[in-house]
């Protein structure tokens, strides 16, 4: 079986209960494949080794069609293969995990998706030198999201 990291499967990082619902082609090209694994190389296994164990990957790769069906950011991270959404699944809370990649990995945007304790984050990679180290907070404005500065949380 095909794999981006030692611990997310092609499959695991291409999966969308959605797109398949729906028929939805999912396939990354070999640029999103490499930006895939540069994220997972440089945030996702370190942030898992830090764990001790699984997280979950909600949502890597997305295709312009999903990403418009779903409604994502059109300019999402997630077409490109360089922004993952995981959620703790019992190493760590998702709260423990968002200080660890805050303080301790590079990356170019951290996302605290709703909630007192996060629900889930959102995190992307780009390069090194591109990365922004970026910490937002989504906020549910009537129907609307926006994201705050969130270097203090």
């Known amino acids: 079986m095909k794999k981006i990291s030692d611990h997310i499967s092609y499959k ?3 999966h969308s209960a959605y797109a398949k619902q729906k028929g939805i082609a999912n396939k990354p090209l070999a640029s999103s494949i490499k930006n895939m694994e540069r994220l997972a190389e440089k945030v996702f296994e370190p942030l898992r080794e830090w764990v001790g164990g699984p997280i979950k990957v909600n949502s890597m790769f997305r295709s312009p069609e999903l990403n418009q069906a779903i409604k994502g950011a059109y300019f999402s991270q997630h077409l490109q293969g360089r922004a993952m959404d995981i959620t703790s699944m019992g190493g760590k809370t998702n709260l ?6 805050k303080d301790e ?23 090194k030198k591109d990365n922004r180290k970026q910490v937002l907070i989504t906020q549910r404005k009537g129907k609307y999201y926006t994201w705050a500065d969130c270097k203090n949380c």
Do not use: C, N, R
């Open 96 to 101: 423990e995990m968002f200080h660890y990649i």
């Open 105 to 127: 990995l590079d990356f170019d945007q951290l996302i605290w998706e709703f909630g007192v304790e996060p629900k889930w984050l959102h995190v992307s990679y780009k390069s």
């Open 12 to 14: 695991e990082a291409t």
